[in-house]
């Protein structure tokens, strides 16, 4: 578990990346008013399927797929926060003392079915509810920032190398480039100043162009 002032510094580095993201997608993205908690419970619905949920028949829960999926609602999460608040030091240090908060939840189905509810209902990304979910799938915030940069830093590795025009490949000698990345960011240190260009350059390393 990350102290509050390295989860302040991570979170801010990821809201500084989320909007350079959003920007490379529509330099007017703040004024585009794009659904992100739409976004956001419509990945809770496609994480429960991951984790297991029907009671008619044997499931497993896919525990690497659904933090995958956490990172996704993390990138809409922050997105949201953006729209709301422009100062993201604001940001930072309330969702650093969030994702600081106790687990009240035992039932990661229930704990997903709050995140989902405070997107439909209030239009929000509800960090207590998200926090209960990292938890219940051992997942702590240098693990989210891991995935989360890894994950960034991919998508504009993909953009960099022909993703919208088509030309972009994504079987590399055998393994989709998220398996690659998997095994990229576990190799390196997240706490290296240098982390994000590391992930990038190591990215540009394997790929088979």
């Given at each position: ?93 309330q969702l650093a003392n969030e994702l600081q908060l106790s687990v009240e939840h ?43 940069v890894g994950k960034n830093t991919l998508n504009f590795f993909r953009q960099d ?31 290296a100043n240098d982390f994000q260009t590391q992930v990038y350059n190591g990215l ?6």
């Amino acid at each position: 578990m990350s102290d509050l002032s390295t989860a302040i510094k991570q979170i801010q580095q990821m809201l500084t990346m989320q909007d350079a993201m959003n920007s490379r997608v529509s330099d007017t993205w703040r004024e585009n008013n794009f659904q992100w908690y739409r976004a956001i419970w419509v990945e809770c619905a496609e994480m429960l399927d991951h984790h297991g949920w029907k009671w008619w028949k044997h499931q497993e829960c896919d525990v690497p797929q659904v933090q995958l999926e956490l990172v996704d609602i993390f990138h809409f999460g922050l997105s949201l926060r953006l729209m709301n608040e422009s100062n993201t030091d604001v940001i930072a240090e309330q969702l650093a003392n969030e994702l600081q908060l106790s687990v009240e939840h035992t039932d990661f189905k229930l704990a997903l079915e709050d995140l989902a509810s405070a997107a439909v209902t209030n239009k929000a990304f509800d960090g207590k509810s998200f926090t209960a979910c990292m938890q219940l799938m051992n997942m702590d915030l240098d693990e989210l920032f891991r995935q989360y940069v890894g994950k960034n830093t991919l998508n504009f590795f993909r953009q960099d190398f022909g993703y919208k025009e088509g030309t972009y490949i994504k079987v590399w000698n055998g393994k989709e480039d998220n398996e690659v990345l998997a095994d990229l960011v576990t190799s390196l240190d997240t706490s290296a100043n240098d982390f994000q260009t590391q992930v990038y350059n190591g990215l540009k390393a394997a790929y088979p162009a």
